[in-house]
């Protein structure tokens, strides 16, 4: 298979655990985006990377969220103290190039924050 | 900041009627893509528009982008059971590397 990868596919946690998600984007991309997504809505970014750097992040994603991209690979996502806010679907998604080209979606991770 | 919206949010439709959804922007787009998303699924890229005015096709969808780059359609004849989900545009303002996606239009099929 090589398409976007994401693991776990659900996580069920208590308020105030920490949280990690990881993503595998198609090998040959160098572009790995986060989105989160809740029931009835579109994707709504978090944060990209260009290889290993993170270029721009959104002004929703609050200090408890941090993601990494650190071989310019795969990717993980912490969520720190989550809150039952933050139960969501957690899309991962690649691209190749310079601009802002189609994406390749990852199956998603669903938290579900008690 | 940016806003995306679609109408309809929801379009109920006999199988075999035409569908329409329509995508306006709040700013100014440097492309325009437009996503499916299957009940169930992950968006999967159906097409990019780049330039203004532009219309491409695929077998029974016609998109369209609009000339001032703000907005655009998605059009879909003769619908078909498979055609079922949620279709979302998307774009990234010029100099911006964010894609903002639409409110979404989500299309039943009846049979």
Redesign the interface.
């Given at each position: 298979d090589t398409g976007v990868s994401q693991d776990p596919r659900h996580k069920i946690t208590k308020r105030g655990q920490n949280v990690t998600f990881r993503c595998d984007p198609i090998s040959e991309h160098n572009r790995l985006?986060w989105?989160r997504q809740t029931l009835?809505?579109?994707?709504?970014?978090l944060t990209?990377f260009q290889n290993e750097a993170q270029?721009?992040k959104?002004r929703l994603l609050s200090d408890r969220f941090s993601a990494e991209r650190p071989k310019g690979s795969f990717s993980t996502l912490e969520i720190q103290r989550t809150e039952q806010g933050d139960s969501a679907m957690y899309?991962c998604?690649s691209s190749f190039g310079r601009?802002?080209?189609?994406?390749?979606?990852?199956?998603?991770t669903r938290l579900t924050v008690l | 900041g940016q806003q995306v919206m679609q109408i309809p949010q929801y379009q109920h439709v006999q199988e075999g009627e035409d569908f329409t959804t329509y995508c306006n922007s709040s700013t100014t787009l440097?492309?325009i893509?437009w996503y499916k998303q299957r009940p169930g699924?992950?968006?999967?890229?159906l097409i990019?528009l780049v330039k203004s005015g532009e219309v491409k096709k695929q077998k029974r969808l016609t998109f369209q982008f609009g000339e001032a780059k703000k907005n655009s359609s998605l059009h879909i004849t003769a619908t078909q059971t498979t055609d079922v989900g949620t279709y979302?545009c998307?774009g990234?303002n010029f100099g911006?590397?964010?894609?903002?996606?639409?409110?979404?239009t989500r299309l039943t099929i009846i049979p």
């Open positions: 985006y989105y009835g809505q579109g994707p709504e970014f990209y270029l721009e959104s899309l998604a601009a802002v080209n189609e994406q390749f979606f990852g199956p998603g | 440097s492309n893509q699924g992950h968006p999967v890229f990019q979302f998307a990234p911006n590397e964010k894609l903002t996606f639409g409110t979404g």
